[in-house]
Nanobody, 119 residues
């Protein structure tokens, strides 16, 4: 079973950049589609971006399109989210998730990493 651990969150000023990572244990990381989600205080968790098992295809939420880039390194069992031109409204706990069954729900989740963008 894959376990996911996020890292790299922190405090950044508006307009700045941050890269968060998600390290996966286990040998099957490269088989899974992966995604990033976020949850701001008092709000529902929302989709941010996703990437196919090979990295060939990505999809982004409109709110982050053109500013965030999702990528993965299957040799390192790691998922990344590069966040540029950050805005205060990007402040949230960011979670990575794995979809172990093609076209299924995201069924393995990390514990989250806090990203705070100051104005």
């Amino acid at each position: 079973q894959v376990q996911l651990v996020e890292s790299g969150g922190g405090l950044v000023q508006a307009g700045g950049s941050l890269r968060i990572s998600c390290a996966a244990s286990g040998r099957t990381f490269s088989n899974y589609g992966m995604g990033w989600f976020r949850q701001a205080p008092g709000k529902e968790r929302e989709f941010v971006a996703r990437i196919t098992w090979s990295g060939a295809s990505t999809i982004y939420a409109d709110s982050v399109k053109g500013r965030f880039t999702i990528s993965r390194d299957n040799a390192k069992n790691t998922l990344y989210l590069q966040m540029n031109r950050l805005k205060p409204e990007d402040t949230a706990v960011y979670y990575c998730a794995a979809r172990t069954i093609a076209y299924g729900d995201y069924d393995i989740w990390g514990q989250g990493t806090q990203v705070t963008v100051s104005s």
